[in-house]
């Protein structure tokens, strides 16, 4: 693509007479850089050569879509008000096409599944009787349905049942021939009540889990099902009740066996039979008006750790929106945004591979919006920042670890969880027993009634539906669905190889290196180039003294030994410096301020900076750790002067600690910096006790945001130190999401900044850890959930 213009390339003319930078298409022959390392914390030797072997990842083939309004034809006929009527994918549609996603969708035509696909999880009586409504009169229809609980049927409901199910089945095959790289099937009837036997919950047939059983039948043995309709999925948990295949996640409205379907089964300690104990997670909601920060809670607490650890091959989502804001059967608080982030978040797995099928959902106007942010999430666009989150209540944090207690024994992502001793309570009560909740009634064979009523609905008084209208419209408006022109951009620029030393690790070739690799694997055609520029002395001194910033602007005309010396009379701690230092350096800091400009003026969404030399370590007024000035910091204020910015996430995951950072915004609330970074007691470089857990920011940095919320007590400063061990993918998905992806969501970031460095990776020796290129990634598509994916990536060490 043609270069766009993000700044002026002129510099202040009191900083040094700087030759024009030009970016070079190719990098220079890069010749030899190896050396040692004059680090007093770090094993001297020269970076390994390692050779990986991971596959490259697939590219994103679209995203499949399936729809027919075979689907609006299945309805009540005696009853105009029944809340499962035709406009529950008519308004869908609508929306999704309104808002262009539609037509962005490569369309998948509806199948009919076979009879013979029906009976691996329907008895053939059952389907036999389903095939029998098609010649039924309307009296009969009601009478058989009667027999079932919340059913009803008409003429074609057999067909659009056989299409609904065929066409989750399809999408999910599709996905996984590669035609698309995800789908969305929006259908009616929905499936996940519909058990072998029995018709139930709006169900005929379980579409799901008969997409399900196909890919397992086609070879696959890792399927994850997550079921986000309010509703228990009783039909799916039975019919992979004892299957180690099939995880099946459920969070369902409980209120400890009063709601629907009042079955004991759906509570949290039904975890599976035989093989399969351990791969039935119920999460069930024990009171009504959650909202997302306890979805939330749920994700980053339950679903992300399982389901990494599960690594399925494709996951199937049972995706109703009857916990979404308005709804009278679930009389939840979700926002439709809402959706949008459990997309994506689920996106990261499986290779992408995601089938999503449409199950409940009874606001018309908040299913619209959730079906529209679902499908959009699919297509790979930002995800709109959620209104607000704060702390999950009281009731979700019981669940949560009473599903942790009985799954613990299971799964080794909840390991880090400790167990109380006998005599020390929870202070979480319902901890602290094992269901059931004495008094409850729940749904048994042995009390099942012999008719059921057909108008078994809750129904809203006019006012009260008026108002959730208003508060969903509210919603609506204030998301943000605006897209950036390009996805992604990237500045180099090879003049940056001018500063260099023989035989020391922070070498040209690093840079090199990435932009090689990123033209083998053809993404630099997909990518928006960034012109490069210099850094201004205006720039430099939101961050840097002047007096500094004078010590370096010397060194142009230095003799090379009056250089070398310079580290050590300034004591700049591993430095090394020559007379092209000073120019890398502002290089280096202008080329991350013009990504910068590109991501907050919506030229992209996102970027990533291959500079050098880094930045994390340089003080206000010194030189360190291979660092001259300070890159993320000088970044962060220029958002903040240029654009209004209030606030910005940085996240540090170099495995050194970023002193220099953290010291700049120690005291500022308006910025959040997260590290997570070799400690080992303080030994590990910089050494030095600022990089432990208890450094949580001081004076406004500590205690009440008022640029988040009025009330809730905010650390700025978050050290995630590991000590002792070789830490990879595991720990530091664990850290993620533990700890980070809860802190940056609270917070709520408007721009998110990662200091880059990747020398945790696996065969780097100056961290000697494990974390593999593949953990980068999931670590950078869990940050691009926030700041409607407004995300820089800047390249520190490795």
Request: charged letters at 20%; proline letters at 5%; glycine letters at 6%.
């Given at each position: 693509?043609?270069?766009?213009s993000?700044?002026?390339?002129?510099?202040?003319?009191?900083?040094?007479?700087?030759?024009?930078?030009?970016?070079?298409?190719?990098?220079p022959?890069?010749?030899?850089?190896?050396?040692?390392?004059?680090?007093?914390?770090?094993?001297?030797?020269?970076l390994?050569?390692?050779d990986?072997e991971?596959?490259?990842?697939d590219?994103?083939?679209?995203?499949?879509?399936?729809?027919?309004?075979?689907?609006?034809?299945h309805?009540?006929?005696?009853?105009p008000?029944?809340?499962?009527?035709?406009?529950?994918?008519?308004?869908?549609?609508?929306?999704?096409?309104?808002?262009?996603?539609?037509?962005?969708c490569?369309?998948?035509?509806?199948?009919?599944?076979?009879?013979?696909?029906?009976?691996t999880?329907?008895?053939?009586?059952?389907?036999?009787?389903?095939?029998?409504?098609?010649?039924?009169?309307?009296?009969?229809?009601?009478?058989l349905?009667?027999?079932?609980?919340?059913?009803?049927?008409?003429?074609?409901?057999?067909?659009?049942?056989?299409?609904?199910?065929?066409?989750?089945?399809?999408?999910?095959?599709?996905?996984?021939?590669?035609t698309?790289?995800?789908?969305?099937?929006?259908?009616?009837?929905p499936?996940?009540?519909?058990?072998?036997?029995e018709?139930?919950g709006?169900?005929?047939?379980?579409?799901?889990?008969?997409?399900?059983?196909?890919?397992?039948?086609?070879?696959?043995?890792?399927?994850?099902?997550?079921?986000?309709?309010?509703?228990?999925?009783q039909?799916?948990?039975?019919?992979?009740?004892?299957d180690?295949?099939?995880?099946?996640?459920?969070?369902?409205?409980?209120?400890?066996?009063?709601?629907?379907?009042?079955?004991?089964?759906?509570?949290?300690?039904?975890?599976?039979?035989?093989?399969?104990?351990?791969?039935?997670?119920?999460?069930?909601?024990?009171?009504?008006?959650?909202?997302?920060?306890?979805?939330l809670?749920?994700?980053?607490?339950?679903?992300?750790?399982?389901?990494?650890?599960?690594?399925?091959?494709?996951?199937?989502?049972?995706?109703?929106?009857?916990?979404?804001?308005?709804?009278?059967?679930?009389?939840?608080?979700?926002?439709?945004?809402?959706?949008?982030?459990?997309?994506?978040?689920?996106?990261?797995?499986?290779?992408?591979r995601?089938?999503?099928?449409?199950?409940?959902?009874?606001?018309?106007?908040?299913?619209a919006?959730?079906?529209a942010?679902?499908?959009?999430?699919?297509l790979?666009?930002?995800c709109?920042?959620?209104?607000?989150?704060g702390?999950?209540s009281?009731?979700?944090?019981?669940?949560i670890?009473?599903?942790?207690?009985?799954l613990?024994?299971?799964?080794?992502?909840?390991?880090?969880?400790?167990?109380?001793?006998?005599?020390?309570?929870?202070?979480f009560?319902?901890?602290?027993?094992?269901?059931?909740?004495?008094?409850?009634?729940?749904?048994?064979?042995?009390?099942?009634?012999?008719?059921?009523?057909?108008?078994?609905y809750?129904?809203?008084?006019?006012?009260?539906?008026?108002?959730?209208?208003?508060?969903?419209?509210?919603?609506?408006?204030?998301?943000?669905?605006?897209?950036a022109?390009?996805?992604?951009?990237y500045?180099?620029?090879?003049n940056?190889?001018?500063?260099?030393?023989?035989?020391?690790?922070?070498?040209?070739?690093?840079?090199?290196a990435?932009?090689?690799?990123?033209?083998?694997?053809?993404?630099?055609?997909?990518?928006?180039?960034?012109p490069?520029?210099?850094?201004r002395?205006?720039?430099?001194?939101w961050?840097?003294?002047?007096?500094?910033?004078?010590?370096?602007?010397?060194?142009?005309?230095?003799?090379?030994?009056?250089?070398?010396?310079?580290?050590?009379?300034k004591?700049?701690?591993?430095?090394?410096?020559?007379?092209?230092?000073?120019?890398?350096?502002?290089?280096?800091?202008?080329?991350?301020?013009?990504?910068?400009?590109?991501?907050?003026?919506?030229?992209?969404?996102?970027?990533?900076a291959?500079?050098?030399?880094?930045?994390?370590?340089?003080?206000?007024?010194?030189?360190?750790?291979?660092?001259?000035f300070?890159?993320?910091?000088v970044?962060?204020?220029?958002?903040?002067h240029?654009?209004?910015?209030?606030r910005?996430?940085i996240?540090?995951?170099?495995?050194?600690?970023?002193?220099?950072?953290?010291?700049?915004?120690?005291?500022?609330?308006?910025?959040?910096?997260?590290?997570?970074?070799?400690?080992?007691?303080?030994?590990?470089f910089?050494?030095?006790?600022?990089?432990?857990?208890?450094?949580?920011?001081?004076?406004?940095?500590?205690?009440?945001?008022?640029y988040?919320?009025?009330?809730?007590?905010?650390?700025?400063?978050?050290?995630?130190?590991?000590?002792?061990?070789?830490?990879?993918?595991?720990?530091?998905?664990?850290?993620?999401?533990?700890?980070?992806?809860?802190?940056?969501?609270?917070f709520?970031?408007?721009?998110?900044?990662?200091?880059?460095?990747?020398?945790?990776?696996?065969?780097?020796?100056?961290?000697?850890?494990?974390?593999?290129?593949?953990?980068?990634?999931?670590?950078?598509?869990?940050?691009?959930?926030?700041?409607?994916g407004?995300?820089?990536l800047?390249l520190?060490?490795?």
């Open positions: 693509m043609a270069e766009q993000c700044h002026d390339k002129e510099t202040d003319k009191d900083l040094a007479d700087l030759p024009e930078v030009v970016a070079t298409e190719t990098p022959d890069t010749g030899s850089s190896s050396g040692s390392d004059d680090e007093d914390f770090v094993l001297l030797k020269k390994a050569a390692v990986f991971d596959r490259k990842s590219l994103y083939a679209g995203t499949g879509f399936t729809y027919s309004d075979l689907f609006s034809l309805r009540c006929e005696w009853d008000f029944f809340p499962e009527n035709p406009q529950r994918v008519l308004g869908p549609i609508k929306r999704c096409k309104d808002l262009g996603l539609v037509q962005r490569k369309p998948i035509e509806i199948c009919y599944t076979t009879v013979d696909t029906l009976l999880k329907h008895s053939q009586e059952l389907v036999d009787l389903a095939e029998s409504t098609v010649n039924m009169t309307q009296e009969q229809h009601k009478h349905s009667q027999k079932y609980d919340s059913f009803f049927c008409n003429k074609h409901t057999y067909e659009a049942s056989l299409a609904a199910a065929g066409s989750v089945i399809n999408m999910t095959k599709t996905i996984l021939q590669g698309v790289t995800n789908g969305f099937a929006m259908v009616r009837p499936g996940h009540h519909a058990q072998e036997s018709f139930n709006y169900c005929t047939f379980n579409n799901v889990a008969l997409a399900a059983q196909a890919v397992l039948d086609g070879g696959l043995d890792k399927i994850l099902i997550l079921d986000w309709d309010v509703h228990h999925g039909g799916v948990q039975q019919m992979f009740y004892d180690p295949r099939v995880l099946y996640i459920s969070i369902h409205r409980y209120e400890y066996g009063k709601f629907w379907p009042n079955l004991r089964e759906s509570d949290y300690d039904y975890i599976g039979r035989d093989k399969g104990k351990g791969f039935n997670v119920n999460i069930p909601l024990n009171k009504v008006g959650m909202t997302d920060t306890d979805y809670s749920i994700l980053h607490q339950l679903i992300l750790p399982l389901a990494y650890e599960f690594s399925p091959q494709v996951i199937l989502i049972a995706s109703g929106y009857d916990a979404a804001l308005g709804c009278p059967e679930g009389e939840m608080l979700l926002t439709p945004a809402m959706y949008a982030h459990l997309t994506h978040h689920m996106m990261a797995l499986a290779a992408g995601v089938s999503v099928a449409l199950e409940g959902g009874y606001c018309l106007e908040s299913l919006e959730s079906c942010l679902t499908l959009r999430a699919l790979q666009d930002p709109p920042q959620l209104e607000e989150v702390e999950p009281d009731s979700i944090t019981s669940t670890l009473n599903v942790v207690k009985v613990r024994p299971h799964w080794n992502c909840f390991a880090h969880y400790k167990t109380t001793s006998r005599s020390k309570l929870c202070p009560h319902d901890v602290n027993s094992m269901p059931p909740v004495p008094g409850i009634e729940f749904s048994t064979p042995e009390n099942r009634p012999e008719t059921f009523d057909l108008a078994a809750p129904v809203q008084e006019a006012s009260e539906k008026e108002a959730l209208v208003k508060l969903v419209d509210q919603a609506i408006a204030a998301t943000d669905l605006s897209v022109e390009n996805r992604c951009c500045v180099f620029d090879a940056m190889r001018a500063h260099k030393t023989e035989g020391h690790p922070e070498q040209p070739d690093r840079i090199s990435i932009y090689t690799r990123l033209a083998e694997w053809r993404l630099l055609k997909r990518l928006l180039r960034v490069s520029r210099l850094a002395k205006s720039e430099l001194l961050i840097h003294t002047e007096d500094y910033i004078q010590e370096l602007v010397m060194t142009e005309t230095m003799e090379e030994s009056e250089i070398d010396s310079l580290p050590i009379r004591n700049y701690i591993s430095i090394y410096m020559n007379q092209k230092s000073l120019y890398c350096a502002l290089l280096s800091c202008g080329s991350v301020l013009n990504m910068v400009e590109a991501i907050l003026t919506k030229q992209v969404q996102s970027g990533v291959i500079v050098r030399p880094p930045g994390h370590h340089a003080e206000c007024s010194k030189a360190m750790g291979f660092c001259f300070n890159n993320v910091a970044a962060a204020k220029f958002a903040q240029h654009f209004g910015l209030k910005i996430l996240v540090d995951w170099d495995i050194h600690h970023g002193n220099a950072t953290q010291h700049q915004f120690y005291d500022d609330p308006s910025v959040l910096y997260i590290s997570l970074h070799r400690f080992d007691g303080g030994f590990f910089p050494g030095s006790q600022d990089a432990n857990l208890d450094r949580c920011g001081e004076g406004p940095g500590l205690g009440f945001n008022n988040v919320y009025d009330i809730t007590p905010v650390v700025t400063n978050a050290n995630i130190p590991t000590f002792q061990g070789r830490m990879g993918d595991a720990e530091y998905i664990t850290a993620f999401t533990q700890i980070v992806m809860p802190i940056a969501y609270q709520n970031p408007e721009l998110v900044l990662v200091s880059a460095g990747f020398d945790a990776a696996i065969g780097d020796p100056l961290g000697n850890y494990r974390v593999t290129p593949a953990g980068y990634g999931h670590m950078t598509h869990m940050l691009m959930g926030l700041a409607n407004r995300v820089g800047i520190e060490v490795s």
